[in-house]
């Protein structure tokens, strides 16, 4: 926080406003199983997805995420079953024989692989884009410099903050980023409580 603040005043405004840091990561007991959820979620209300993963654990009779021999042993109508769209059954079949292939890496790799190799090594699976990825390195494996800038909510937490009167580009959010380093995560939970807020205060400097 005291980085940030003293790299950029606009910033230092919001950091002041909205108080202490309160950014937590969730335990990443598998690569595999992280993914397998944010698949199931993209695009669906929590409720939703909560649902459509019971059905899954169902559908193995597991009380945890299916593995991916078993992804891969069942079929196409029986995760349709489950509730997964045609897209999502593709992608988690993928996602589940890269796995096997060794692309998606072991928890123990993943956590010395430098940001940037993780991202091009697990976009590389179906209907896994740079945001998911991201969310990853931000809540699962707590990385510091992570900047989603095509994040919706970070575009329109930067408008309010910075007094912007179109939302954003990525690229005009990356630009200004680079004064946040090695602190990115940290200036983008800040940016989500702007867009949570929706006060247009926190842009003065």
Same mark, same amino acid.
């Given at each position: ?7 950029? $005043? ?16 969730? $335990?990443? /007991? ?12 993209? /695009? ?25 021999? /078993? ?87 930067? /408008? ?46």
């Amino acid at each position: 926080m005291r980085a940030l603040c003293a790299a950029d $005043a606009r910033l230092k405004t919001l950091i002041e406003r909205v108080g202490p840091c309160r950014l937590r990561t969730n $335990a990443l /007991q598998s690569p595999f199983h992280a993914l397998l959820e944010a698949i199931t979620y993209q /695009q669906l209300t929590g409720k939703a997805a909560e649902t459509i993963l019971r059905r899954v654990h169902a559908l193995f009779h597991v009380r945890r995420l299916p593995t991916p021999d /078993q992804i891969l042993g069942a079929t196409v109508e029986e995760l349709r079953g489950a509730g997964l769209s045609r897209a999502k059954v593709a992608a988690i079949q993928d996602l589940a024989l890269k796995t096997l292939e060794g692309t998606v890496p072991t928890l123990a790799r993943l956590r010395r692989m430098p940001d940037d190799e993780i991202v091009e090594r697990l976009t590389s699976i179906r209907g896994v884009g740079p945001w998911t990825v991201e969310m990853l390195l931000m809540f699962r494996l707590g990385r510091p410099d992570i900047l989603p800038a095509t994040d919706y909510g970070i575009r329109k937490g930067f /408008q309010i903050a910075f007094r912007t009167r179109a939302l954003p580009a990525p690229a005009a959010v990356l630009r200004r980023g680079e004064r946040w380093r090695p602190y990115r995560t940290v200036a983008s939970w800040y940016l989500w409580r702007a867009a949570d807020t929706k006060t247009p205060e926190a842009g003065r400097a």
